[in-house]
């Protein structure tokens, strides 16, 4: 099972990863490597936004961390809450949802991040790029797996 998470977690963590670097830079212009900082930034406070390379390292290893949470939860979940099994699409949106919600209403709160305020377009453009990027993949992936180990 570790494995299909990991693999699971490289995917969808690179492909949001992606996705929030591109909707960052054509939405405001803001880079990459900034993108990164501001994710180091809930840990190091503003001195993330000086660290350079490093920082950007530490953001893009939270980012990860974040993604390999979302993933291993709902792999642990998905055998013990037989809803799960009948829609992959609800599961994507339930997956993105929750997802959106840890973030903006716990992690970014409890983090060293000053929250943005509330945007209805930036955050269905959020939750719609968590749809495509975390939840069907991870939603996928964990029924393809639980379907492949009754077999």
Known sequence: MWKSILQTTL???TLD?????????L?????????????ASGIF???AFSGGASMMLFGLLFHF?????????????????PFFKFSLT?????????????????????????????????????????IVCIGIPIAYQSKRFYQEEKQ
Do not use: E
Request: proline residues 7%.
């Open 65 to 81: 961390v974040i993604a390999f949470a979302c993933t291993a939860v709902f792999y642990w979940l998905y055998p013990k809450i």
């Open 90 to 130: 609800v599961n994507a949106i339930l997956i993105a949802v929750v997802a959106w919600l840890v973030t903006t209403r716990l992690v970014i709160p409890m983090s060293r991040i000053t929250p943005p305020p509330f945007d209805f377009v930036r955050a269905s453009v959020s939750v719609f790029i968590l």
């Open 17 to 25: 990863i992606l996705a929030a670097c591109l909707n960052a830079y």
């Open 45 to 47: 406070g503003d001195t």
């Open 11 to 13: 995917f969808v963590g």
């Open 27 to 39: 939405s405001a212009h803001v880079t990459p490597g900034k993108v990164l900082q501001y994710i």
